[in-house]
Structures are given as C-alpha cells and as structure tokens.
C-alpha cells in the first residue's frame, strides 16, 4: 500500500463545475500536509498547505481529517486554467523534512 | 528574487556513462531536497540536506548516486555509471527554517529530464 494514495482520476469536467479530490495517507506520524498543483512539464508548485480547522482560499478549500488520515481539495466554479495535475503530499516535520507525494490526480476542465 | 534553478534541463546519455546535475537553491535557503519521479510512478524523495549536511538520504536508490552539497550553496547529484532505469525527471527544491514551527514552503527547480539509452 502506497504512504499517500489520491484518487486515480483523471477527472474531465465542465467549466464552472464543482470537483473534489481525495487523498489518504498511511503515516499517522504525519505532520504537514499540502496540495500542490503541476502543470504539463513543469515543476510543482505550492496550491495551500491544509490545516485541521480547514482554510479556504478562493475558489479553493482544503480540509483534513487526522483522525482518518484523509485530505480533501475542492475547487468551485472550476475555469480552464484549473486544468492540471494536482499532487497531495505529506511531510513528518514541521519544518523540514522529506516530503511523501501521491501519485496525482489529472484534472481537465472543458469549455 | 530567482527561484530555484536546474541545469541541464534535458541530458540523453548512454547506459554506463557518468551524468552530473546540478541545482542551484533559493539564496539563504538552508534546505536543499532531491526528488525524482520515473514514468509512471510518483514524486519520490531522494535525500535532503541542511546546508552542507546529509541530513536524511534514505531515499537514494543505490550507490551509483552521489549527491553532494559543498559550501552549503548549490548542490550536484552524480549519477555513475547510468542505467536504464535511472530515466525519469529530477526535481530540486529548497526551504527555509521559519524559526516558528510552522510548516515552510518548499519552492521546485523545473526539474532535469534524464533519458538513459
């Protein structure tokens, strides 16, 4: 069983749609948690870390669940540039450490 | 501010010849992370340093990788002699301490894409 699994997708949506990723880690020493976002080609980048209370930034909100081990992204009114692969990745420190990412989950939003 | 910087971007070579990439971090960044992700599979870590130091390389599939961080600036990652299933891309990322036990953003180069024929 893989550390961090994420919905396989790929997930194919119209614009302005709802969608949700999933995301399950295995680690219950995990302290960090983030969703990531990559395009085709290019280097991940940082979409929002993601707190037990929950945050939101956007159309985007993020919210965990430790004692499920489970981690969620929902992106609302989903436009064209949303398309992209988004990444769940877990870190055991707080500060540093080696981060354990998931496979990623393809999204495509279509006019 | 320049963000973090790979070279090559692109490198084919033959299995058994030597390969060297390089990253060059954030300025002040102490942290210094290699990852890479062969097709078809995940992001996986390869080895974090603290400025100069190897501070977990867990990661590093085997001893034909050599990563080395002098001076506690840039950082290369040796790969010798390469083999087929070295191919993939080759991710650098740096952090910076926040002194406040909050979570830091690691900040990804555009990668090295290594192709070994």
């Known amino acids: ?111 | 501010e320049a963000g973090v910087t790979q070279f090559p971007s692109h490198s084919v070579i033959e299995k058994g010849q030597t390969v060297t990439l390089r990253c060059d971090p954030i300025s002040g960044h102490d942290n210094l992370y290699w990852y890479r992700r062969v097709m078809g599979k995940e992001i996986k870590f390869l080895l974090h340093f603290v400025k100069e130091s190897k501070q977990d390389e867990s990661g590093m599939p085997n001893n034909r990788f050599l990563a080395e961080r002098t001076g506690g600036t840039y950082s290369t990652l040796k790969v010798q002699p390469a083999e087929l299933e070295d191919s993939g891309v080759y991710f650098c990322a740096s952090s910076q301490f926040s002194g406040k036990g909050q979570d830091t953003e690691a900040f990804f180069g555009q990668g090295t894409r290594l192709t070994v024929v």
């Open chain 1, 1 to 111: 069983r893989k550390e961090v699994e994420q919905d396989p997708g790929p997930f194919n949506v119209p614009e302005g749609a709802t969608v949700a990723f999933n995301c399950t880690y295995s680690n219950s020493a995990s302290q960090s948690f983030f969703w990531y976002r990559q395009d085709c080609r290019k280097e991940p980048k940082l979409l929002m870390s993601v707190y037990s209370s929950g945050n939101e930034d956007g159309r985007f909100t993020a919210q965990l669940n430790r004692a499920s081990q489970y981690i969620s992204l929902l992106i609302r009114d989903s436009k064209l540039s949303d398309s992209a692969t988004y990444l769940c990745v877990v870190t055991p420190y707080t500060n540093a450490g080696k981060s354990t990412f998931g496979d990623g989950t393809t999204l495509t939003v279509k006019p």
